[in-house]
């Protein structure tokens, strides 16, 4: 699975990340939000807390929806192990799902306020991956389900 990193530029990283993270930490805990609860916080970084869950936002914000299937084809993982991370994104109410037939499809929540602020944070991660530095490109060319 390739590292996934965020684009660096600037002298003081610190104080970049705290600019970008800021905006989300204070739409979480506002009182006009939907999530500001302290469970509600718990579960959503918990649900940015791991690589591949930051993968399918990511690839979701360049897709309007992919079908699990086409998930599955790009992690290579075992079908309960892509529910437990897709479970955990909808728990966080950062994805939704459409059913068509025995096809589910995923896309991202917008009514969530929090979305915007991660599409302009997740917009800049990229995938290193010196084994195969076109694994991005590749897995992203036939996302198109069957299904459909």
């Known amino acids: 699975m390739p590292n996934l990193t965020v684009k660096k530029s600037g002298k003081n990283k610190s104080a970049e990340r705290n600019q970008l ?14 999530s500001n609860n302290i469970d509600d916080v718990r579960e959503l970084f918990y649900a940015l807390s791991d690589k591949i869950r930051l993968k399918i936002i990511k690839l979701l914000t360049e ?11 790009i992690f290579k993982l075992p079908q309960p192990n892509l529910s437990f991370h897709l479970s955990i994104l909808r728990k966080a109410n950062l994805v939704k799902t459409r059913k068509k037939g025995t096809w589910t499809f995923y896309k991202l929540n917008n009514e969530n306020s929090i979305i915007n602020i991660l599409f302009s944070i997740i917009k800049d991660i990229r995938d290193d991956d010196k084994n195969n530095p076109n694994e991005n490109e590749n897995c992203l060319k036939n996302l198109l389900c069957d299904a459909e």
């Open 21 to 34: 993270i800021e905006p989300v930490v204070q739409t979480v805990l506002s009182d006009n939000s939907d």
């Open 63 to 73: 897709n309007e929806e992919i079908c699990v299937c086409k998930f599955q084809e």
